[in-house]
Each structure stands twice: as structure tokens, then as C-alpha cells.
């Protein structure tokens, strides 16, 4: 019997039930499991076989010390994804890389933290509404839609490349229509949703009044879903692409690859398809990494 811990937050104002199910269905399957706050001093890392990260959503307020953390929970035990993974994807950065790559993803403009004339360079792109936001971030926090040359978004850019790196995007009109989220456990497709924005809003997320219904994925979603996962600089256990129209055709929002939100909820049998996927990790199997 394997000793697992499933890692979340101490946010009393959310309790994320996805663990704790995720936990019940492990010891189902045999495996001692818990759920943790990974930022807990308390907890004896070397004592888990596996450590698995999933609603850890304050990292991105203290990222230095999660990046040494998953180092060090590596190195006493296993952490999925690997830090190889999670330092390539807590950074939007990685958009420029899948881009340069071939893969379809919305145009981005990257600013580094102090970057010399942002709001001039922001304009110069061409872009009507554009969204501007951290390239350390989640949840649409930070996030804001405005016209390129307007002196809000100028503000707000200011703001923002003075404290970090930030990323600016044309607005795509597609995601008010929804964003598609495709989930992969063990390289498989699980299930997949659409997300939808409240009227007169952009953002999907439920904290902004967004909604979520069941989705049937394209085969061109497929494509570029497998695409940019197999771009990742190692193996995948699991997986959530988030996907928008451009044109008829679906561009790249976001991979997430750390600790998103898995919509277990919508998809019978999909806590089963994830704690299995997760079992096998301590199995010895191939590489999990989609390929092409």
C-alpha cells in the first residue's frame, strides 16, 4: 500500500471538494490518502510515496518559496507534475515558446518586469481591446479589457510591469461564446466542458459569474490540445487545455499544467479516470508525455 497526499490551500473561504474525493477514491483502489496544505511545516514529505498537487491556488503570491518547495518534496519523494513542469508553467512565457513552436495561441506581447516604454509598445501592436494581465497569475486576477490606446489600460500596464512580468493579448471575441477546457489524465482525454461568461463579462471563471456546460471536443480541439502537451518539458499526468475561437478555428488560451481546476463535477466517472491515472504513476509504466 502506497502512502499518498493530495495538496491543496488554507483558504477558509473556499474549500475545493475535489481532493477529498479524489482521496476516497485512492483508498478505494488500496492506497493510504490525504489531503494536505502544501504549506504546511507540520507535514513529513519523506513519508509519502507520492505527493500530487491540486488546488494549491495561493502560489502565486509566494511563488519563490512553491518552486523550492516542489524541489524539495522531490527530492525526499515524487511530485506530480514534476518541478520541471511546474517551473515552466507557473510563467506565461511558455504561450511565446508554443507559439514559436507552430501551435495555434493568441498573440502575445511579453513585458518583463521594468521593461522600458510598455504602454508605447502595447499600441504598436496594432491591437484594438486588448487584455492585460500578470504573467504570474490565476483566476483572471489582475486581469483587465480595455482598448489598447485608452488611459486605463495605459494605468494599468504601468502598474503592472512595475511590479512583474506581464503579458498583453487581443481581446478575442470567441470567448464570449465560451472557453473550452479539455482534461487529460495518464495522456487520455477524460472529459471536456465549455465555459461560459455571465452577459456583459469576458471572464469564465465562477467567481465572476461564469458557468460551465458539458462539451464534445472537435477534432481540431484534439489537435492542438495533444500539440501543446506534447510541447511540455516533460511527462503529463495530467492535463487542462483551455482553448477559444479565433476565426473558426481554436487558438491556445492557456495550458494548465500545476493545479487547476479539474471540473470533476461535470463528467461521471472522471474522479475514478484521475485517481487511476494517478495510481499508475507508482506503477512501473512508461512515460505518460503525449506525443504527436
Not at 518534496?73 to 515558446?97: A, C, F, M, Q
Not at 477546457?181 to 469564465?204: C, E, I, N, Q, T
Not at 475561437?245 to 481554436?250: C, E, F, K
Request: proline share 7%.
Amino acid at each position: 500500500m502506497s502512502r499518498i497526499a493530495l495538496c491543496t490551500w488554507s483558504d477558509p473561504m473556499y474549500d475545493d471538494p475535489e481532493p477529498p474525493a479524489i482521496a476516497d477514491e485512492l483508498r478505494g483502489l488500496g492506497h493510504d490518502a490525504e489531503v494536505v496544505v502544501w504549506h504546511d511545516p507540520g507535514v513529513d514529505w519523506a513519508s509519502f510515496d507520492l505527493v500530487v498537487i491540486r488546488s494549491t491556488w495561493d502560489y502565486f503570491d509566494r511563488l519563490d518559496e512553491y518552486l523550492e518547495w516542489a524541489d524539495h518534496v522531490d527530492s525526499v519523494s515524487r511530485i506530480i507534475n514534476s518541478p520541471t513542469v511546474i517551473r515552466w508553467n507557473s510563467h506565461k512565457g511558455y504561450l511565446l515558446e508554443l507559439g514559436e513552436a507552430g501551435i495555434p495561441v493568441l498573440p502575445t506581447l511579453a513585458l518583463a518586469r521594468g521593461a522600458a516604454d510598455p504602454v508605447e509598445r502595447m499600441v504598436a501592436t496594432g491591437w484594438g481591446e486588448v487584455v492585460i494581465k500578470p504573467a504570474v497569475d490565476g483566476g483572471a486576477r489582475g486581469a483587465l479589457k480595455a482598448p489598447a490606446g485608452s488611459p486605463e489600460a495605459g494605468a494599468h500596464l504601468l502598474v503592472l510591469v512595475e511590479a512583474g512580468d506581464t503579458i498583453v493579448q487581443p481581446y478575442a471575441a470567441g470567448v464570449e461564446a465560451g472557453e473550452v477546457s479539455l482534461f487529460f489524465f495518464g495522456g487520455k482525454l477524460s472529459h471536456a466542458v465549455r465555459k461560459v461568461p455571465k452577459p456583459g463579462d469576458y471572464r469564465v471563471q465562477a467567481l465572476h459569474g461564469g458557468s460551465e456546460v458539458a462539451h464534445t471536443p472537435t477534432e481540431a480541439e484534439l489537435d492542438v490540445a495533444r500539440r501543446a502537451m506534447a510541447s511540455a518539458p516533460d511527462a503529463l499526468v495530467y492535463a487542462r487545455v483551455d482553448l477559444v475561437d479565433v476565426d473558426g478555428q481554436p487558438a491556445l488560451m492557456e495550458l494548465e499544467l500545476i493545479e487547476p481546476d479539474l471540473f470533476l463535477r461535470m463528467s461521471p466517472g472522471s474522479v475514478t479516470r484521475f485517481a487511476s491515472a494517478v495510481a499508475a504513476v507508482l506503477e512501473p509504466v512508461g512515460s505518460l508525455k503525449v506525443t504527436e
